[in-house]
């Protein structure tokens, strides 16, 4: 089983920037692809970023160029840089880990609690 644990949500103005961080816990052998995601009020759950375990990224069209995501393996974290943030970016932001339990079982998911982001006009 893996926890994954968030910070770095808050209110923001319109312009600024947050950085939100995740890091793993528990047993895993493996942390595969790591991700944000992000639900606003009455949407469905998108995705935001995602990293590989090789460092390959990819980004939601409405976030290249203001996101950047990064991770340190050795300390079991993603990160999410987000400058130039706008009010349509208030969301909850979901961290997401796949990983491998053992290397005999099949890799499983994790999400995090949530973190909320919230931006001001």
């Known amino acids: 089983q893996v926890q994954l644990d968030e910070s770095g949500g808050g209110l923001v103005q319109a312009g600024g920037s947050l950085r939100l961080s995740c890091t793993a816990s528990?047993?895993?052998?493996?942390?595969?692809?790591m991700g944000w995601y992000r639900q606003a009020p009455g949407k469905q759950r998108d995705v935001v970023a995602v990293?590989?375990?090789?460092?390959?990224?990819a980004y939601a069209d409405s976030v290249k160029g203001r996101f950047t995501i990064s991770r340190n393996n050795p300390k079991n974290t993603v990160y999410l840089q987000m400058n130039n943030l706008q009010p349509e970016d208030t969301a909850v932001y979901y961290c997401y880990a796949n990983y491998k339990g053992s290397w005999f079982n099949t890799p499983a998911d994790a999400w995090g609690q949530g973190t909320l982001v919230t931006v001001s006009s």
């Open positions: 990293i590989t375990s090789a460092e390959t990224t």
């Open positions: 528990g047993r895993f052998v493996r942390l595969n692809t």
